[in-house]
């Protein structure tokens, strides 16, 4: 288990690394001048080169690479270019809208996702199964930003119910009551998600129901709600926490559509405004923080496989 640890972590090491070099300099090819956007169309020459200066736009790429790295070896981001303040700072004022935003679709993910996956493959071949089939495709092929202004038509403008946008902070005000404001980006961003993790579910747990296990089983009288969650879920369940696993931290990185369709302050808006700002420190930082996120996730879905089913081991 340890070795295996450590190959994995010096696998996760060699990525970053890669992402680091890539992060860099792939964001170099935007066109645009940073200093330009920041000061704005009626900066002068000499204001923009003083900026310039200033940030260390002007020096050497190989040069501004070994500063960034030496500055992250240190867990410092550097400065953003837009909002003149650490790029930490800027950050770590997003992640709790994005943190609440993706706990929340993965709630909605998952109550209906696998629920909807293990009934269609109980009622396989029924009216159903077909219909929740049919529901799943339609999940998927929605686009999530016409889903998100229906929800708001209809929840927000005609009923009333929810409010259409902004978030005002939890962890701030303590306010529990505003976690109102994620219900239906969550639902908009969950919707995709738990279409595929059903047909995933069904999938899967149609393999399971046909071993001799299953049968064995029902052959011993037991019930089967006990047959279907105990003998057939579990023995289902990795290829379900697999996509899980990686559907966590694409949640985490892909809401910059939903965040924007519903003004939302996280981490997907802030990636919109750093593009259109040529905020190179801050695009930086997110492409670092959402390539751990993703490899971090896979890490520890892999380790939850030997919890869920002990067949496996790590050696």
Request: charged share 20%; aromatic share 6%.
């Given at each position: 288990m340890a070795r295996y640890m450590l190959k994995r972590i010096a696998g996760v090491l060699v990525t970053a690394v890669v992402v680091l070099v890539i992060a860099f300099f792939?964001?170099?090819?935007?066109?645009?001048?940073?200093?330009?956007?920041?000061?704005?169309?009626?900066?002068?020459?000499?204001?923009?080169?003083?900026?310039?200066?200033?940030?260390?736009?002007?020096?050497?790429?190989?040069?501004?690479?070994?500063?960034?790295?030496?500055?992250l070896l240190h867990g410092d981001f550097g400065t953003s270019i837009f909002f003149r303040q650490p790029v930490s700072q800027v950050i770590l004022s997003r992640v709790e809208t994005t943190f609440w935003l993706t706990c929340a679709a993965l709630l909605v993910t998952l109550l209906i996702g696998v629920p909807l996956g293990v009934i269609a493959a109980v009622k396989r071949g029924t009216w159903i199964d077909q219909l929740l089939l049919l529901a799943a495709l339609v999940g998927v092929s929605l686009p999530s930003f016409w889903l998100g202004l229906l929800l708001i038509l209809l929840f927000a403008v005609d009923l009333r119910w929810l409010p259409s946008s902004g978030f005002p902070s939890v962890f701030l005000t303590g306010q529990i009551a505003n976690l109102r404001y994620i219900i239906l980006p969550a639902v908009t961003l969950g919707v995709a998600e738990c279409a595929l993790l059903a047909r995933l579910t069904r999938s899967s747990m149609l393999d399971v129901l046909r071993t001799d296990y299953i049968t064995t089983a029902r052959a011993k009288g037991l019930k089967e709600s006990r047959i279907i969650i105990k003998h057939g879920l579990r023995n289902a369940a990795i290829p379900i926490v697999t996509v899980i696993g990686f559907t966590i931290a694409k949640l985490f990185a892909g809401a910059v559509v939903t965040e924007t369709v519903f003004a939302l302050p996280g981490i997907g808006r802030l990636a919109i405004e750093a593009i259109l700002s040529r905020d190179y420190p801050v695009i930086q930082a997110l492409m670092v923080v959402v390539a751990l996120t993703y490899l971090v996730f896979n890490l520890l879905t892999d380790l939850v496989y030997a919890v869920i089913d002990p067949r496996v081991s790590y050696r």
């Open positions: 792939l964001i170099r090819l935007i066109p645009g001048d940073p200093a330009g956007v920041a000061l704005g169309p009626e900066a002068t020459p000499e204001r923009i080169n003083e900026f310039r200066e200033q940030m260390g736009l002007n020096q050497p790429l190989p040069v501004q690479f070994g500063i960034f790295v030496g500055r």
